[in-house]
Structure formats: C-alpha cells, structure tokens
C-alpha cells in the first residue's frame, strides 16, 4: 500500500524552530511536496523536494532523503501566523506523469506566544 | 487576477439528493484535481483530468461523478450513491509547475 506518516501535533514557542517529520512508503515516486493549510482554508503550496537534499525558501526549508524515504520541514523564525496544518505529499511515479499528489494526514503547528 | 474559483462555499442538502459542486479555473492549466478533506484528516483524490474531455478515477470515485467538457471547468456531482457526503471538498489546477493551486472550497452539509 501507499503511507506517509507524519506527526499529528507539534507546539513551539514564537521565535523558535520546529521540524516536522515525514516518512513515505510509495510505489513510485517522483518527489516530495509540502502545503500549508489554515484553518478551513485551501492549502497553499510551500516547497517541493525531487531529489536528495535540502531547499531553502526564507524562513522554511525542506529536506529530503530519497534512500531513507523520509524528508521533513524546517520552520525557522516561528511566528503567530505560522500556526497551521502542513502536509506532506508524495508526487507519484510511473508510466504516465499524471501529477497525482498523495497526501499524508497532516500536523497541526500551534506555535505559542 | 488568476485563480480558481469553488462555488458555493456552504452547501446543504437533504439526503437522497445529487449535488454539483463547480469548480473554475482561469489559469491555463490542463490538469485539474478533486479532493475530499474529513475533519483532522489529509486530502484523498476522488478524480482527476489532465486534458478536456477525459478524467480518471482516484482513490475514492465511488459515489461521484465529474465532466471536463471546457478547460476551464471540472463540475463534481455528488451522487445520492455517496453514503457519507458531509465533507469540504477542494478543487484544484497544475500547469507545468510542481505546484498544485487549490481553490477555497465548498464545504458540504447532508442531513
């Protein structure tokens, strides 16, 4: 079958740094995405990891390790505005590049004052 | 400005009754995704269509159905098939990018 696992919870302190972790287990794989989710809002697209390696956009990075299936999020700077639920996501592989995103359930960021 | 577009954003029915969920994009982009969203829960794909005039089924099709009669427009029927309807539903649009752009979605309510 087809998983990823990611914390369900995470809760830090404005001005720290927090990683959210995220393992996969997919049949095909082309790379790992991240999207970031306000409370009954639409997801919004943060990163994307295809190969081994870390990416930086200001004050999130993204991490991924195709050998160990695992990539994580790095938010640096944690700000009020930061508290909201990030997926991972599993571009999958294959024959046809259909862009099918398989997601995982989520983490919920309270980031705290 | 660009975007796609999720109409309306609160939708309630009665049980037994089919409902179409719209879904509209100006962005130019072939591929277009429905999502499923339950409380706490990731995204599941119930279909997709990366060109007009053809779609495939996701993870979950069952007690759906969709059409991509124009680039622009991939409508979601929410069939009386369905047996647990009550969900948010997102739409959403890929171009040539990695980035999937999602809609605000329609929350819908079956009692």
């Known amino acids: 079958g087809q998983s990823l696992e990611q914390p369900s919870e995470v809760t830090a302190v404005e001005g720290a740094i927090v990683q959210i972790n995220c393992t996969y287990q997919?049949?095909?794989?082309?790379?790992l995405s991240w999207y970031q989710q306000h409370d009954g809002g639409a997801p919004t697209f943060l990163s994307y990891n295809a190969l081994d390696g870390l990416e930086e956009t200001g004050r999130f990075s993204s991490f991924l390790s195709r050998s160990d299936s695992y990539g994580y999020l790095l938010l640096q700077e944690l700000q009020m505005k930061d508290s909201a639920s990030y997926f991972c996501a599993v571009r999958e592989g294959g024959s046809s590049n259909t862009g099918k995103l398989i997601f995982g359930q989520g983490t919920t960021l309270q980031v705290k004052p | 400005d660009g975007g796609i577009t999720q109409s309306p954003k609160y939708l309630f029915r009665k049980e037994g009754q089919n409902v179409t969920l719209s879904c509209e994009q100006n962005?130019?982009?072939?591929?277009m995704y429905w999502y499923r969203q339950d409380p706490g829960q990731g995204l599941r794909l119930i279909y997709y269509s990366q060109i007009v005039n053809d779609f495939q089924k996701g993870d979950i099709a069952e007690g759906y159905s969709v059409s991509r009669e124009k680039k622009e427009s991939f409508p979601l029927t929410v069939t009386s098939a369905q047996k647990n309807p009550t969900a948010f539903y997102l739409c959403?649009?890929?171009?040539?990018?990695?980035?999937?752009?999602f809609g605000p979605g329609t929350r819908l309510t079956v009692t």
């Open positions: 997919t049949s095909g794989f082309y790379g």
């Open positions: 959403a649009s890929k171009g040539r990018s990695y980035e999937q752009y």
């Open positions: 962005l130019n982009h072939d591929a």
